[in-house]
Nanobody
Framework: QVQLVESGGGLVQAGGSLRLSCAAS????????MGWFRQAPGKGREFVAA????????YYADSVKGRFTISRDNAKNAMYMQMNSLKPEDTAVYYC?????????????????WGQGTQVTVSS
């Protein structure tokens, strides 16, 4: 079993920055994929970014490309997402997720483990 705990959410003005962290514990793995999803009120869970744990190859949704940067620290079993130039439409609960084997990066159903989420609110 893998436990994921997010931190770093908060309230920020439009144009500001936040850095999210995801700490993994339990039966962590040396391969697989970790990702960030978000869910705004009344909407479905949306893919934001993902990273291959072993290679570090990253993927982004078009809506955040150029503004968000995903990274990981293998030694600390941690994943991060630096969010810059935040917009009010980025407001959502952000979830960390992990998958051992994945085909479609952006499909939340392919992820095995989820954190509890952290709220990000961007005011205009």
């Amino acid at each position: 079993q893998v436990q994921l705990v997010e931190s770093g959410g908060g309230l920020v003005q439009a144009g500001g920055s936040l850095r999210l962290s995801c700490a993994a514990s339990g039966r962590t793995f040396s391969s697989g994929t970790m990702g960030w999803f978000r869910q705004a009120p009344g909407k479905g869970r949306e893919f934001v970014a993902a990273i291959r744990w072993s290679s570090g190859v990253s993927y982004y949704a078009d809506s955040v490309k150029g503004r968000f940067t995903i990274s990981r620290d293998n030694a600390k079993n941690a994943m991060y997402m630096q969010m810059n130039s935040l917009k009010p439409e980025d407001t959502a609960v952000y979830y960390c997720a992990a998958a051992r084997i994945i085909v479609v990066i952006a499909n939340p159903r392919e992820y095995d483990y989820w954190g509890q989420g952290t709220q990000v609110t961007v005011s205009s």
